[in-house]
């Protein structure tokens, strides 16, 4: 991906070189060596930048407005992500999910871990819309759905103390599709967190304590979450613009079939071949926040 001022130095250097065949002058020469140590230094200070950032994300997809459609639009948005983080080489690890009654997703929960992954999905959380004739449409007019996307950073080294009088834990057998038991002992973990009203599931795993753990750790990066934005919001009083809490509710992008193309609304672009978009390949528009 491009780095802005790694581009605009490389400019100015090349500038230099054609000034100095023409024109020697002991302040060019000076000021030449000093664009080469910095082009130097940028790499490694996004190679630091990188190792700063979180290794594990907690990624959240929920079907909204639409009904079955938009469970299928969310399983599709779920499929879409975990091709892309599993050709970066991410390791992908299902927490929860819930599914509709033609196999879409009504919630699911992920853990993707990896180098540089939240740089890369920090952006996707949002409403994303889609337009397209659904399969199960016989008339064949398009339907339009939406699915919500929440990306959440795990922070192993901020500690976050949370009281075992606070949890209010049961345990339950892991349901398989269509309401079939996978097994007969109660691995499943299911978490309240009284003070903050949440609720965490966890039944992917085959043991209890996993589970147990897996949602731990949803719950601690959603408390971090919450803590960070309204850290945010009380720095920001004097903004009406609440930037936390606009980027869940907020249309941040438009997957339209018909017409075979994606549009980003907060970047104003669109990019076409929408069924390799679709299928993992989102390089270009992740890349496109960082240029």
Do not use: C
Request: proline content about 3%.
């Amino acid at each position: 991906m491009k780095n802005p001022e790694l581009e605009k130095f490389k400019q100015e250097y090349d500038q230099l070189i054609k000034e100095l065949s023409q024109n020697w002058t002991p302040e060019k020469s000076q000021k030449l060596q000093e664009l080469s140590r910095l082009i130097a230094q940028i790499p490694k200070k996004e190679e630091m930048a990188l190792e700063k950032d979180p290794k594990t994300v907690i990624f959240e997809i929920r079907a909204g407005a639409g009904g079955e459609e938009a469970a299928l639009f969310a399983y599709d948005l779920a499929a879409m992500y975990i091709k892309y983080a599993e050709k970066k080489g991410y390791k992908v690890a299902l927490i929860s999910e819930s599914k509709s009654d033609r196999n879409g997703y009504k919630e699911a929960v992920y853990e993707i871990e990896g180098k540089g992954v939240y740089s890369r999905f920090k952006n996707e959380s949002g409403v994303h819309r889609i337009q397209r004739v659904p399969k199960t449409e016989k008339s064949g007019r398009i339907h339009t759905s939406t699915a919500s996307v929440a990306i959440l950073p795990v922070y192993p080294e901020k500690i976050l103390e949370i009281k075992p009088s606070d949890l209010e834990i049961s345990f339950t057998r892991a349901g398989g599709p269509g309401g079939q038991n996978v097994n007969k002992v109660e691995t499943a973990v299911r978490l309240l967190h009284k003070p903050s009203g949440l609720i965490i599931s966890s039944s992917a795993e085959r043991s209890q304590q996993k589970n147990r753990e897996k949602a731990m750790s949803v719950l601690k990066a959603k408390l971090l979450e919450e803590q960070r934005l309204k850290e945010e919001k009380e720095s920001r009083e004097a903004r009406r613009e609440q930037i936390g809490t606009q980027e869940r509710v907020e249309k941040i992008r438009t997957y339209n079939f018909l017409q075979d193309r994606v549009t980003d609304h907060r970047l104003k672009k669109s990019w076409h071949n929408l069924d390799k978009i679709m299928a993992g390949d989102l390089d270009l528009i992740i890349e496109a926040f960082q240029n």
